[in-house]
């Protein structure tokens, strides 16, 4: 990795610039044209190591309730499971893991009323009704920002 390409990805990161160009300013401060960076970010994503660039939101603070998911899927029923979980757009993040309790998903809804109303969709939907609802209790603000070597 290079110089310029720590730079790149350090100003996705860090430093994106919330202006009505945001990849002209990166590439400014990069040293290179805003066509470069655009065509750098496009073979991150060809060769599978950026997936999106995208905003984070406080979702609380929008009015949106959310809470992590787990659920206990038998094997005979996963790929099923999976689908109709994955058929939703409130479903932000859906996982498998090995644990007794392994499908785990992030849901999100404009009210406590909806997602309520689409877990049971899920539960009736999928047979599915060993659920845990893991809301936030308290908010510990983490950064995620990778070293880039």
């Given at each position: 990795?290079?110089?310029?390409?720590?730079?790149?990805?350090?100003?996705?990161?860090?430093?994106?610039?919330?202006?009505?160009?945001?990849f002209a300013?990166?590439?400014?401060?990069?040293?290179?044209?805003?066509?470069?960076?655009?065509?750098?970010?496009?073979?991150?994503?060809?060769?599978?190591m950026l997936?999106?660039?995208?905003?984070?939101?406080?979702?609380?603070?929008?009015?949106i309730v959310?809470?992590?998911?787990?659920?206990?899927?038998?094997?005979?029923?996963?790929?099923?499971?999976?689908?109709?979980?994955?058929?939703?757009?409130?479903?932000?993040?859906?996982?498998?893991?090995?644990?007794?309790?392994?499908?785990?998903?992030?849901?999100?809804?404009?009210?406590?009323?909806?997602?309520?109303?689409?877990?049971?969709?899920?539960?009736?939907?999928?047979?599915?009704?060993?659920?845990?609802?893991?809301?936030?209790?308290?908010?510990?603000?983490?950064?995620?920002?990778?070293?880039?070597?």
């Open positions: 990795m290079t110089t310029k390409d720590r730079k790149l990805l350090k100003g996705l990161q860090t430093d994106f610039p919330l202006t009505s160009r945001p300013a990166l590439a400014a401060e990069a040293g290179c044209t805003e066509k470069e960076m655009l065509a750098y970010f496009k073979k991150l994503k060809k060769d599978g997936r999106y660039i995208a905003a984070m939101f406080d979702l609380r603070k929008l009015g959310s809470s992590l998911i787990a659920l206990r899927v038998p094997e005979s029923k996963l790929n099923k499971t999976v689908k109709i979980i994955n058929a939703y757009p409130n479903i932000s993040h859906n996982y498998l893991r090995a644990d007794d309790y392994n499908v785990w998903f992030t849901v999100s809804a404009a009210s406590e009323r909806k997602l309520k109303a689409i877990l049971a969709e899920i539960r009736k939907k999928s047979g599915i009704n060993d659920m845990l609802d893991l809301r936030t209790r308290q908010v510990f603000k983490s950064q995620a920002v990778f070293e880039l070597r």
